[in-house]
């Protein structure tokens, strides 16, 4: 190391050196005549990189910018194995002849099981790449960091220093001046260089889909020609992260006898995908240590969130949700959730929402069942039920105000729950969360918590009644209605037998809807719930005339209104008053069709209610058009279609644009007719309603 005292002496040759001298307290360099060599440590390119276009044009773009541009250090930030040090070595390669002082490449270590690699250290190393012999090379991190600025002044080099974990790990190492560009990888977006040192900063995806499997098809070869679809789903299993997609091409590799689909079966169950996705005799490769690097480096209370998270059933979570499961208040849950996006173990999504990688979850989930307790594990669940379940009530008290429900107590949450200003916020929220919600559904059964099971399932029914997306109502309501029974809920299981019921006459299985509706028939009869006999009833009158038994339809309806009429309930009445009009068009009783859907609709606009005011324009539409006025019912359609269009309501709208069609076509337009029943078709596909294929069969016809 570099002699102490008060001189400068300097012994030996000084024909590639600096010489420091203590000038009033600082150090002054005087640096020799002849050229330092130049040091090209770049590591060897990889041989299989699959183009990074847009990111690789970015990198060309920070390098074209002006020298005094203070940007002249680049980040390249993203999640363990998504591909950092191969795209910027790709890059580098392709450049180094840019940069004619030569190019150093210093691994930092920054999530090493050692530990990172200090300043000091790098220092070091760098500087004897810079001709510096070990023992001139000066103690302290601000000497050796004075003496490596003063070598790089002016000189053109590339600097790539891999795998920082902290900006004080890579201040020191920054040149004085914007000659040379500094390249820098971390899995932490290193703000702090952006705000004092003026960094840029560059967030590295996953591979997209295509992408990943065009690399898998690099490697593998012709295997890959053999089993196209296999390759896809191997990608998927991979997340499309480059590190899991080598490993995986890896094992083919030196298995020629192993099939792409082989591979594929073995990491099907997600529970041991990151058991396969393994290098063997190279553990430091696998995707587990990877990830468990980052891991042990967070914070113990930002650990406990990544772990929790793990927990999460759904495939990205919006902020107040994740307060709820990590009990903690907005402020404090937004932070940790920050420093989980600027590691990069989580992505910020639009409106604050947040995903983490599928092997990024299972992974949090591995930790969580390691690291925390049970009762912690069963806590956060259970918090996060109670959540959806307090503002799946809150939505749909605002979807459809007038519905008659069973009585669902919710424990009180901690969190706050959204408040809906009107019925579109309330909706859409309800189209965001869908999917969590049919995942929370699951897990309350799963977990053991079938009392909030069932009720959200009672609760999602206004939401799925709007959009109507049945398989995930069917789904989460076989679950619900065998939690119900668990739990000796008759009430909960006569509802939710009903609501089944009109999922099933949706996806055209009316004796399916019947079996639902006898079992359900007798619950309501023995719980003494009125409207709830009333309700099974319509929807048995449904089921029958969806099966052609009209005259049986039209019974049940009048038992129904009779209950309805005796209950002063207004909004059963108009809900029976709707399937008699659309049973009587069928028995060809117009007269009486016309006054009860006219009558449906004067109920309707006395309750103010958009979406089932345009429902029942759309059954007096379809009354007129059976009477052959087809200009009326035409109008009806169209005015049907302004409202539910205005209320979002997808079913109904697809209703509309077919009655539009058929009146077109009957009076004589036949290309108006087809671009509305394409239109309805496009929204009966989005629905999952078999009605699709039915007027697809008309239009081609």
Not at 10 to 15: E, N, R, V
Not at 269 to 290: I, K, Y
Not at 511 to 528: F, M, N, Q, S, T
Request: charged share 25%.
């Amino acid at each position: 190391m570099g002699e102490t005292g008060s001189g400068n002496h300097l012994s030996g040759s000084a024909t590639n050196v600096v010489q420091a001298a203590q000038v009033h307290g600082g150090i002054h360099f005087h640096e020799t005549a002849r050229s330092l060599p130049a040091p090209r440590q770049l590591p060897p390119d990889i041989g299989h990189f699959t183009n990074r276009t847009e990111y690789l044009g970015r990198l060309d773009d920070w390098l074209e910018s002006r020298e005094g541009d203070p940007g002249a250090v680049q980040i390249v930030a993203g999640t363990g194995g998504v591909g950092k040090t191969s795209l910027v070595t790709h890059w580098a390669h392709r450049v180094r002849d840019r940069f004619g002082d030569g190019d150093l490449f210093v691994d930092l270590h920054g999530y090493h099981p050692k530990g990172p690699v200090g300043a000091d250290e790098a220092l070091g190393v760098v500087l004897q790449a810079l001709s510096v012999p070990e023992e001139r090379i000066p103690d302290g991190v601000d000497a050796r960091a004075a003496l490596y600025r003063s070598l790089l002044h002016n000189r053109r080099m590339l600097i790539l220093l891999d795998d920082a974990s902290a900006p004080d790990q890579v201040r020191p190492l920054l040149p004085g001046g914007s000659s040379c560009k500094v390249l820098v990888t971390s899995r932490s977006r290193l703000a702090g260089l952006v705000v004092q040192n003026g960094a840029h900063c560059m967030s590295l995806d996953v591979l997209s889909p295509d992408r990943a499997s065009e690399l898998l098809r690099q490697v593998i070869g012709r295997r890959a020609a053999d089993e196209p679809e296999a390759v896809d789903r191997l990608a998927e299993y991979c997340g499309h992260l480059p590190l899991a997609l080598n490993i995986a091409a890896s094992q083919l590799l030196v298995s020629p006898g192993t099939r792409v689909s082989d591979l594929v079966d073995e990491l099907s169950e997600e529970r041991d995908r990151l058991d396969v996705l393994v290098t063997p005799g190279d553990e430091s490769t696998a995707v587990r240590p990877v990830f468990s690097l980052s891991y042990r480096s967070l914070a113990p209370q930002v650990a406990r969130a990544y772990r929790l998270l793990g927990l999460f059933p759904g495939r990205d979570i919006g902020a107040a949700a994740a307060a709820a499961l990590l009990g903690l208040e907005p402020g404090p849950a937004r932070r940790v959730l920050a420093e989980l996006t600027s590691t990069h173990l989580l992505t910020e999504k639009d409106h604050r929402r947040y995903q983490m990688h599928d092997l990024l979850r299972l992974h949090a989930g591995e930790c969580a069942e390691a690291d925390e307790p049970v009762d912690e594990r069963r806590a956060a669940i259970r918090r996060t039920l109670i959540w959806y379940a307090q503002a799946t009530k809150a939505a749909v008290r605002a979807v459809i105000p007038y519905f008659s429900q069973i009585p669902v107590t919710l424990p009180e949450t901690g969190a706050a729950v959204p408040e809906f200003p009107d019925r579109a916020s309330a909706l859409a929220w309800g189209d965001v969360e869908r999917p969590n919600l049919k995942a929370a559904v699951q897990q309350a059964s799963d977990s053991g918590e079938h009392e909030l099971a069932w009720q959200l399932a009672v609760l999602m029914f206004g939401l799925l009644l709007v959009r109507k997306p049945y398989s995930d109502w069917v789904t989460t309501h076989e679950i619900g209605l065998e939690s119900a029974r668990l739990r000796g809920e008759t009430a909960a299981e006569a509802w939710l037998l009903t609501s089944l019921s009109i999922a099933e006459i949706g996806l055209r299985r009316p004796e399916r809807a019947l079996e639902r509706l006898e079992a359900a028939l007798p619950h309501w009869r023995r719980d003494g719930t009125r409207w709830g006999i009333a309700w099974a009833l319509r929807d048995t009158g449904a089921a029958y005339h969806q099966l052609g038994r009209h005259a049986e339809a039209i019974d049940l309806f009048e038992q129904a209104l009779a209950m309805h009429l005796e209950d002063g309930d207004s909004w059963g009445e108009a809900t029976a008053m709707s399937g008699l009009a659309r049973a009587h068009v069928e028995t060809g009783e117009l007269d009486a069709a016309l006054t009860e859907a006219q009558r449906a609709l004067e109920i309707r606009r006395s309750h103010n209610d958009e979406r089932n005011i345009g429902k029942a324009l759309n059954d007096l539409g379809a009354v007129r058009l059976a009477m052959g006025d087809f200009e009326q019912a035409g109008r009806d359609a169209a005015q049907a279609l302004e409202i539910l269009t205005a209320v979002d309501y997808w079913p109904g709208k697809a209703v509309s644009y077919e009655l539009l069609g058929d009146s077109l076509d009957e009076l004589g337009e036949p290309e108006e007719a087809a671009a509305r029943w394409q239109a309805a078709i496009d929204l009966y596909e989005l629905l999952g309603d078999p009605r699709a294929e039915t007027l697809r069969g008309r239009l081609s016809g």
